[in-house]
């Protein structure tokens, strides 16, 4: 594509990026994205600007929401001007919608919001938020007043499609799925059976860790020779090691903060993966176990029962049923035959859900860039 014909694009985030370090699934989405679009990145990090991996990011410092939004407003404004975007992305309806949807007040360029999660309640299901009923509204409140004005409205769920509708009924809405380097995991051959119950992800309470640790617990006498081993860190670690230590389990390992790579290399030789949110927009850690040939077991909730086919590539169970998820667990770590078929199908149906192409697609659609 000529770079004349390329639209300039600016997305909006309170993600944080740490640029110092090389990182290959960033590298790989912001290459691919800025073939046919002029990439910008409004978010949270170390430097104010750095351009890397072909896009251009302008980072703040990790403050506090409120300076956080009015330190981009004034960014944000200054990036629309000087380097001429013709569309705004904002990666969540809330504080980054606010200021996305502020900044276009002003410009009147195309503004898309997106919808990764439950932007309603999951926050609640991460920390003890002060006023809850109060900041239950004002969040109802940004949600509508940025979703009520986006030209279109991308969601990689249905469940979240169902949640942008509740709350914005005559918003234009299109889905696929967020980024996963998922090419790194499907073309793997060698693929191991040890006795390893897996998962990888932020530690908050939100996603359910504390359910998968006394599942195991309950199995650990009958299934002495699995381990448990549990990938991320965040602000409930500890509460999670408490009680793996007060319910004596022996063989958990708490291995803290990996890359895609080793992440990758746990995923391989693990026996299934489990994912037990309480809240979960769609689940990509899934499509990449499921890449690996391995079956998966996640709690019937959000975006995870449209990866998990439901005694297909896996089981699903009732979000916080701990009687449930034990038996699920029980039936794979007893049949390994079970768990290698059921592994072979959901590498068929992630391959049919998910492909690089299928993301820039979606995003160069989104935008105008064919």
């Not at 999951?122 to 003890?128: E, V």
């Not at 030209?151 to 509708?165: F, H, I, W």
Request: charged letters at 25%; aromatic letters at 12%.
């Amino acid at each position: 594509m000529n770079e004349s014909e390329k639209k300039n694009v600016l997305f909006i985030s309170t993600k944080d990026y740490d640029l110092s370090k090389d990182d290959s699934s960033l590298e790989e989405k912001f290459k691919g994205l800025s073939k046919r679009m002029n990439v910008f990145v409004l978010a949270r990090g170390k430097s104010w600007k750095h351009e890397m991996y072909g896009a251009e990011f302008y980072l703040t410092p990790k403050i506090g929401t409120v300076p956080w939004m009015f330190v981009s407003l004034i960014k944000g404004w200054w990036l629309v001007k000087r380097k001429k975007i013709d569309v705004i992305i904002a990666q969540s309806p809330l504080f980054d919608g606010f200021v996305a949807t502020i900044i276009n007040k002003i410009y009147k360029k195309k503004l898309i919001i997106e919808a990764h999660s439950d932007w309603v309640n999951s926050l609640f299901l991460q920390h003890r938020v002060p006023f809850k009923t109060m900041a239950r509204r004002l969040f109802i409140r940004l949600g509508r007043f940025s979703l009520t004005r986006a030209d279109t409205v991308r969601v990689v769920s249905e469940a979240l499609r169902d949640l942008v509708l509740e709350h914005s009924p005559n918003s234009k809405i299109v889905k696929f799925p967020a980024f996963t380097d998922i090419d790194i995991f499907k073309n793997e051959s060698d693929i191991s059976w040890e006795p390893i119950i897996l998962f990888t992800g932020s530690l908050y309470r939100l996603k359910g860790v504390q359910l998968l640790i006394e599942s195991f617990g309950r199995l650990q006498s009958r299934f002495s020779e699995f381990k448990l081993v549990i990938i991320g860190n965040g602000p409930y670690q500890g509460d999670l090691e408490k009680l793996a230590s007060s319910s004596k389990i022996k063989k958990i390992e708490f291995i803290g903060s990996l890359n895609q790579e080793q992440v990758k290399d746990w995923m391989k030789k693990c026996w299934c993966f489990v994912l037990p949110s309480l809240s979960e927009g769609l689940g990509l850690v899934l499509l990449e176990a499921a890449s690996l040939g391995k079956p998966l077991i996640g709690s019937d909730t959000g975006g995870i029962p449209e990866i998990i086919m439901d005694g297909e590539n896996g089981f699903l169970f009732t979000p916080g049923s701990i009687e449930e998820l034990v038996k699920t667990m029980e039936k794979i770590m007893s049949d390994k035959n079970l768990a290698i078929s059921m592994g072979e199908t959901g590498k068929r149906i992630a391959e049919d859900k998910f492909s690089l192409e299928k993301y820039y697609d979606g995003y160069f659609s989104l935008v105008g860039s064919r």
